[in-house]
Structure formats: structure tokens, C-alpha cells
């Protein structure tokens, strides 16, 4: 009888051991499987923030369409997704922060044309002098074919480029003297962009161009370094020259484009789901970016006018467009001749 029950406790013991096992494969089993489920959906739903430098202040047309384009961000990405603007230069000059995006050191840039050359030559054709008739003419070039040709090219150089947003026609400003034909600019230092067809477009109105970072500009008019620079109203307004110059002259010698670009490297990073939100967004910052400018072109040259400024209107641009005809024949070669007049032929 003791044989019996010593054999059946040993035959219980065993099984329950092989209960206690089975159960704790099975455990272990699930708790795999449920682990990988978790690190699948973290990774799904896992917030991203990226950051976007800009030269310009918190008042100015860009840090509007900044806010815009965050706000698109966030309802289209359901939160997962959220950008965070950094204003006045505080991550370096534009070329600064365009170079940062090559090695993915920075997110996103919002960049005039001005330093785009460096990195793909074809895109400084839209700084042509007087090449767009008007703002409907740019847009239908920019957000057309050859608009979105010219994004590509940065490619090469591990940059994305979202969509073209706006700066505007740019005027000239000085301290010495009312502007109102190519005669009145000479002998004036210009402040440019570091641009070679904007360099070369002053040389041929007769001014003296001087390139330097956009960041350094205010302290150079201050100082006597430069007489004059050229921009669009906003930035005339917001950047507050109507402190160190006393003219204001409405030439819309260029139409200045600006472009949001991200660096590939964070953009290949991203899902499939989270590229399409930033492209949808940009667009859409873009358009409202762009009535954003409207709007303060209309309001600020009333403004600069009550600060002080001698603003100039009944401008020679035709005197300005003869003058300027030898920077077309000089690039023409560069851009193509062929680039050019699809380009000019747009606007009919």
C-alpha cells in the first residue's frame, strides 16, 4: 500500500510539474508575442518633432506661414508629427542652415533663392531680373513643371525640397537718395544676397553690390558699411531699416521666392504617411503663406510711409529692364536660353 502511494504522489508530482512547464512555455510564448506588438505599435505611434530655421523675426511673413504650416502638421499627422520654429537666425545664416541639412545635423530650412545656387546652379534662373510679370506668372511656374524640376535638383545634395513659398518683389532701399532710374543707383554699396545674378543684375544698374549674411545686414546699415539693400516690404518693415534708411523705392526688380526644404536624410526617415503629411502641408502653408505677403505689401508701405520713409512709385522699369538685359545674354548659357523663355512664354 505504501508502494502504491509513494508511486501515485511520484505519478501526481510529474504531472503537475509537466502543467507548471507547459503553462510557463506558453506564458513566456505570449509574452513574446505581446512585447513584439507593443514595439511595433510604439514604433507606429511614435512622436516625432521636427525643428525649421529662418533668418527672419517672429512678425514677418515667414514665421506666419510657419505657425500655418505647424498647425496643418499636427491635425494631419493626428499629433504624431510637430514642428518647432526657430526665428532671427538663431541656428546660423540661411547657407548656414542649408549646409546643416545636408549631413542631417538640422530638420528644415525656410530659405530665400540666395544661397540655393551653391547647392543647384539651375535654380537661380527664377533671380533673373523682371523675368515674372506678376505674382500669378510666378505661381504658375514655381508650383507648375519646371517650378518643381528646379526642387529636384537638390536632390544631389541630400536636400528635399517641399514647395515654394514667397518673399515677394523686392524694392531698394538707401540712405543718400531718391531711386527712380538705373543712373540714380550708381556709386551707392548695395547690400545682395550672396547671389551672382542679383550681384551682377546691380553691377549693370550701376550700383556697387555687396553681398553679405542677411544676419549682419541691420549693424552694416547702421554703421555706414553699405548705403543700401534691396527687399521685399515685409522684411523692409519687420526687420525695421525705416531706422537707418530714409528712401524707399518700389522697382519689384525681382520676384524672390523662398523654398521649405527638409534634409533627405530626416525625410527618409519618416513613414510613407508622415512624407505626405509635410508635402500636403507645405502646399497649403504655402498658399497661405502667400496671401500672408499680399496683405503686408498692401498695409506696410502706408506704414513706412508714416515712419518716415521717402517711398518712390512712379518708377522707370523700363530704363531699370534696358539696363539689365546684358545679365539675360550673360546667363543664358548657364540657365539655358531654351529654360529661360518657357519660363517668360508662361505668362501668356
Known amino acids: ?3 502504491f502511494k509513494k508511486s501515485l504522489f511520484l505519478m501526481v508530482t510529474v504531472l503537475v510539474f509537466g502543467l507548471l512547464a507547459a503553462c510557463g512555455g506558453n506564458g513566456e510564448e505570449a509574452s513574446g508575442n505581446e512585447g ?5 505599435k510604439d514604433s507606429k505611434s511614435e512622436k ?6 529662418m533668418t527672419l523675426a517672429e512678425d514677418s511673413h515667414y514665421y506666419k506661414g510657419l505657425e500655418k504650416f505647424a498647425e496643418l502638421v499636427k491635425e494631419k499627422s493626428d499629433g504624431e508629427l510637430t514642428i518647432e520654429i526657430f526665428p532671427n537666425g538663431s541656428l546660423g545664416g540661411e547657407r548656414d542652415m542649408v549646409e ?6 538640422l530638420d528644415m530650412v525656410l530659405s530665400s533663392t540666395g544661397p540655393l545656387g551653391g547647392f543647384a ?3 537661380n534662373v527664377v533671380d533673373l531680373p523682371f523675368l515674372f510679370e506678376d505674382r500669378e506668372h510666378a505661381y504658375k511656374v514655381l508650383d507648375g513643371e519646371i517650378g518643381q524640376d528646379l526642387l529636384t535638383k537638390l536632390e544631389d545634395s541630400n536636400i528635399k525640397g517641399l514647395a515654394w513659398w514667397e518673399n515677394g518683389f523686392r524694392n531698394v532701399t538707401n540712405s543718400k537718395r531718391a531711386i527712380k532710374e538705373p543712373k540714380d543707383l550708381e556709386g551707392l554699396k548695395i547690400r545682395t544676397m550672396e547671389n551672382e545674378v542679383h550681384m551682377d543684375s546691380f553691377e549693370a544698374m550701376g550700383a556697387n553690390p555687396t553681398p553679405m549674411s542677411f ?3 541691420f549693424t552694416a546699415l547702421q554703421q555706414g558699411v553699405v548705403d543700401g539693400q534691396e527687399n521685399p516690404v515685409p522684411i523692409i518693415k519687420t526687420s525695421q531699416f525705416y531706422e537707418v534708411q530714409d528712401h524707399l523705392t518700389l522697382t519689384g526688380h525681382f520676384y524672390s ?4 526644404l527638409v534634409s533627405s536624410k530626416v525625410f527618409e526617415g519618416l513613414s510613407e504617411e508622415h512624407q505626405k503629411v509635410l508635402q500636403e502641408a507645405a502646399q497649403e502653408g504655402a498658399e497661405f503663406e502667400r496671401q500672408v505677403v499680399k496683405d503686408m505689401d498692401k498695409e506696410m508701405v502706408a506704414d513706412l510711409k508714416e515712419k518716415g520713409m521717402k517711398v518712390v512709385e512712379d518708377v522707370d522699369k523700363d530704363a531699370f529692364r534696358e539696363a539689365t538685359k546684358s545679365v539675360y ?10 529654360l529661360i523663355q518657357k519660363i517668360q512664354d508662361a505668362a501668356k
Open 1 to 3: 500500500m505504501k508502494g
Open 36 to 40: 513584439n506588438g507593443d514595439e511595433s
Open 48 to 53: 516625432k518633432s521636427l525643428q525649421v530655421g
Open 100 to 105: 546643416s541639412l545636408q549631413v542631417g545635423t
Open 121 to 123: 546652379p539651375e535654380i
Open 215 to 217: 544676419t549682419e545686414l
Open 257 to 260: 521666392p523662398a523654398a521649405l
Open 329 to 338: 545674354k550673360k546667363y543664358e548659357e548657364k540657365f539655358g536660353k531654351e
